[in-house]
Nanobody
Framework: QVQLVESGGGLVQAGGSLRLSCAAS????????MAWFRQAPGKEREFVAV???????RSTDSVKGRFTISRDNAKNTVYLQMNSLKFEDTAVYYC??????????????WGQGTQVTVSS
């Protein structure tokens, strides 16, 4: 069992930066791929980025060059550094643990989400 708690969301102006953190409990954290998804108002939840336990990464095209996913297995934490934020990045961001995939059905455990609001 893995429990995930996100933090670091907030209100930021367009062009600004935020770093999201996801703290995980459970000794098997390092065995899971860790991902970030987001859900904007009125839209379906979508994949943002994933990092495997070996360090492989994948991200959606709309955030490439702006968002960076990283993890610290010693701290059981995964991060999402978000730079050059745009209004359309406004969403609730969720952390998830599971298999290396952009499909949310591959993920077994989910956090409660953290709100990111980008003002234009």
């Amino acid at each position: 069992q893995v429990q995930l708690v996100e933090s670091g969301g907030g209100l930021v102006q367009a062009g600004g930066s935020l770093r999201l953190s996801c703290a995980a409990s459970g000794r098997t954290f390092s065995r899971y791929s860790m991902a970030w998804f987001r859900q904007a108002p009125g839209k379906e939840r979508e994949f943002v980025a994933v990092m495997s336990w070996t360090g492989a990464t994948r991200s959606t095209d709309s955030v490439k060059g702006r968002f960076t996913i990283s993890r610290d297995n010693a701290k059981n934490t995964v991060y999402l550094q978000m730079n050059s934020l745009k209004f359309e990045d406004t969403a609730v961001y969720y952390c998830a643990a599971g298999d290396y995939s952009s499909n949310q059905r591959s993920y077994l455990f989910w956090g409660q989400g953290t709100q990111v609001t980008v003002s234009s």
